[in-house]
């Protein structure tokens, strides 16, 4: 996609603070963190998200899933973190490109809002 933003950092167009890449996923530093770790995980593949997304791409979620419990496992946080995927622009989804935000290192409440 051409104004992808996650589509330009997958190309290096655009920079981040990347914490994990593969052939297929990749993870960076959210830029306006909601808590002392929020990392974006999002696949490598340009997928608009998880509630229209093809069926036979579903695999791309186990990928990010597997890449979200590593980095909560290397941060700290896997007994106390958030995942998060917005799907369309009414729940917040801003960039139109799957993703999945991995929020921890504090406590929460629920309802998130």
């Known amino acids: 996609m051409v104004d992808?933003?996650?589509?330009?950092?997958?190309?290096?167009?655009?920079?981040?603070?990347?914490?994990?890449e593969n052939d297929?996923?990749?993870?960076?530093?959210?830029?306006?963190p909601l808590a002392p770790v929020h990392i974006l995980v999002l696949p490598k593949i340009h997928v608009e998200s998880a509630l229209t997304m093809d069926p036979n791409l579903v695999g791309c979620i186990k990928d990010m899933m597997l890449v979200a419990q590593q980095i909560a496992?290397?941060?700290g946080i896997e007994n106390c973190a958030r995942l998060v995927m917005n799907n369309?622009?009414?729940a917040g989804q801003s960039v139109f490109h799957?993703?999945?935000h991995?929020?921890?290192g504090r406590d929460f409440t629920w309802p998130p809002g």
């Open 73 to 75: 496992q290397d941060n």
């Open 4 to 20: 992808c933003l996650f589509c330009k950092i997958i190309d290096g167009q655009v920079p981040a603070k990347v914490v994990f």
């Open 102 to 104: 991995l929020i921890g």
């Open 98 to 100: 799957l993703h999945m």
């Open 88 to 90: 369309g622009a009414r």
């Open 24 to 32: 297929f996923v990749i993870a960076f530093h959210d830029i306006n």
